[in-house]
């Protein structure tokens, strides 16, 4: 029985985590997302640059694989909406330039804040997988790099580069612990750019990736969300606002994290399941439902788009901010 014991912890503690990364959903309510919810997590500054403004946030998408037209029109409206321009009085609230805002809260050690806005800069595809479809991360390195070198895309210190991989395309340690990532890179001498990741989860991980529009694959079984766009589409939405998050307020592994300078905790990783006010373990908070469709948000983009979003720590409040 001791050793039985014995055995049994580790797999108790290794649960524990994953139950803590992709929780069950239970019910959710009916009322707008707001508010903080109270976290001990603090983020610390360590003095490094940011991603700050005024100029935007330039994205740089490469699409590695086969994507549907409702793929590449959601996730072009999802950039579309950071322009606070595409928000008027009349329009409904919250937004996705509002989700941002808590972003600019985050400041250099000059007190330069984060940039207020995130743009779609320019976007190609590769239909014809031409690194394959089982791909290393440096790999993605590749495929960046081939870009800006034959001009396609230009060098932009300010920019993301940013490769999406289709759902029938296996990255290196996607789904396994990571949703996405992000990291720098030297292209040439002394010109270093951000580069990021996001895989489709749709068939690879869709309890661990888009959840709570899936079934979690770890913790008590519960009833999926309806996703507004496809739970793949809206799964790779969510880990995109956390990667962006990431690389705005820690581009080169020097700005704001806790923990492990290989595996810190970031702006949003920092609020794992927090997607609205109220949340707790299993329940990712509450949230607007759609009542002829079902489907759970809590912000709104353009062209009527509904998203949701994780929560991101708040440096001012020092807690988890659902929704600006």
Not at 89 to 113: E, F, H, I, L, M
Not at 224 to 236: E, K, Q, R, S, Y
């Amino acid at each position: 029985m001791r050793m039985a014991n014995q055995l049994l912890k580790p797999l108790l503690s290794i649960l524990t985590i994953f139950v803590t990364m992709a929780i069950a959903p239970c019910s959710h309510g009916l009322n707008q997302p707001s508010s903080l919810v109270t976290t001990s997590t603090i983020l610390k500054y360590h003095r490094g640059p940011l991603m700050t403004g005024p100029s935007s946030i330039n994205v740089y998408v490469i699409w590695y694989g086969a994507f549907s037209h409702t793929h590449t029109a959601t996730i072009s409206d999802f950039f579309a909406s950071f322009d606070p321009s595409k928000y008027p009085a009349s329009r409904q609230q919250p937004t996705v330039g509002g989700w941002w805002k808590t972003a600019g809260s985050y400041r250099d050690n000059t007190g330069k804040p984060v940039s207020g806005t995130v743009r779609l800069a320019k976007q190609v595809g590769d239909v014809k997988y031409s690194l394959g479809k089982n791909i290393k991360r440096v790999d993605i390195v590749k495929l960046i790099e081939n870009k800006i070198i034959h001009k396609v895309f230009p060098f932009d210190p300010k920019g993301i580069y940013l490769v999406l991989t289709a759902r029938d395309v296996t990255v290196e340690r996607f789904c396994m612990g990571s949703c996405g990532f992000h990291d720098s890179v030297l292209v040439s001498s002394r010109r270093t750019v951000i580069y990021a990741h996001v895989g489709d989860p749709q068939t690879q991980c869709p309890g661990l990736c888009a959840w709570p529009y899936a079934v979690p694959a770890y913790g008590p079984p519960g009833p999926a969300l309806v996703a507004p766009n496809g739970v793949g589409i809206d799964g790779m939405v969510m880990n995109i606002a956390t990667i962006l998050a990431g690389a705005a307020t820690n581009p080169l592994k020097t700005g704001y994290f806790q923990g492990d300078v290989l595996a810190p905790l970031e702006a949003v990783t920092a609020c794992p399941g927090i997607f609205g006010s109220g949340a707790y373990p299993g329940y990712p908070g509450k949230l607007m439902v759609n009542k002829r469709s079902k489907v759970s948000y809590n912000v709104y983009g353009v062209s009527s788009r509904m998203f949701l979003l994780p929560a991101m720590w708040d440096p001012l409040s020092l807690t988890c901010k659902a929704v600006a």
